[in-house]
């Protein structure tokens, strides 16, 4: 089945500034790229995704980049804001036949004002 | 006008007891979800059922035993609930049938506490 590793763990930013999470796979027929975003108490919520047919995509302050030879893929977050701390995890599907999303470890992502 | 919910939202109990987890979706998914979240966080799917057929089933014991009387409804039940079994339970629908392609969109999540 499909492997995710996600990195940092943790990561402290200082307002303003650019946060970066980076997040490998195994599968390489994984076609989708999905981030969530886990506030404090809170349910995983889709922020961003990416399908394996563009290299890049954004939404105003996030961006995710993929690249499929590598096999890995990226959050960027730009211009942090005190509401971007929560705990971020990265998923791919892999293509186990039985469809299913594997999540990876999650960073816990900290805006220092 | 919730999309997922679940019921309870906080669940403590002694070791030993049998309880239950509803998940109700209003989104007209095909496909739902049973995902447990431990204490670091970690994410892990338990169970996946489209149009209430079960398609995935984890590494579970099977003490735990989902149902889903419609495709709107999938509950947990958990037999025996044991230390270990405490976690924040999250319910997850999505729209295609089994295709992990698609948004999953997430319940409040249930936080079983086990005494």
């Not at chain 1, 047919?53 to 211009?79: C, M, P, W």
């Not at chain 2, 339970?89 to 948004?103: E, K, L, N, R, V």
Request: one cysteine or more; glycine letters at 6%; hydrophobic letters at 30%.
């Amino acid at each position: 089945g499909e492997n995710v590793e996600q990195h940092p763990s943790t990561l402290s930013v200082q307002e303003g500034d650019s946060a970066v999470i980076k997040c490998t796979y195994s599968d390489s027929a994984s076609n989708y790229f999905p981030w969530y975003k886990q506030e404090l108490g809170k349910r995983p919520q889709l922020i961003i995704d990416i399908r394996s047919n563009v290299g890049e995509k954004k939404d105003q302050r996030i961006a995710v980049t993929l690249n499929k030879t590598a096999k890995h893929f990226s959050l960027h977050i730009t211009e942090t804001q005190p509401e971007d701390s929560a705990v971020y995890f990265c998923a791919a599907p892999g293509r186990d036949g039985n469809e299913k999303l594997t999540f990876g470890t999650g960073t816990r992502l900290t805006i220092i004002p | 006008d919730t999309a997922v919910s679940q019921t309870p939202k906080y669940l403590v109990t002694q070791m030993g007891n049998d309880k239950s987890i509803k998940c109700e979706q209003n989104l007209g998914h095909d496909t739902m979800y049973w995902y447990k979240q431990d204490s670091k966080k970690f994410l892990k799917i338990m169970f996946s059922y489209n149009n209430k057929e079960l398609i995935i089933n984890e590494t579970v014991p099977n003490r735990f035993s989902p149902k889903s009387p419609d495709k709107a409804h999938l509950n947990l039940h958990i037999n025996s609930l044991e230390l270990g079994d405490s976690a924040v339970y999250f319910c997850a629908s999505s729209s295609i049938g089994g295709s992990s392609t698609d948004t999953q969109y997430f319940g409040p999540g249930t936080r079983l506490t086990v005494l």
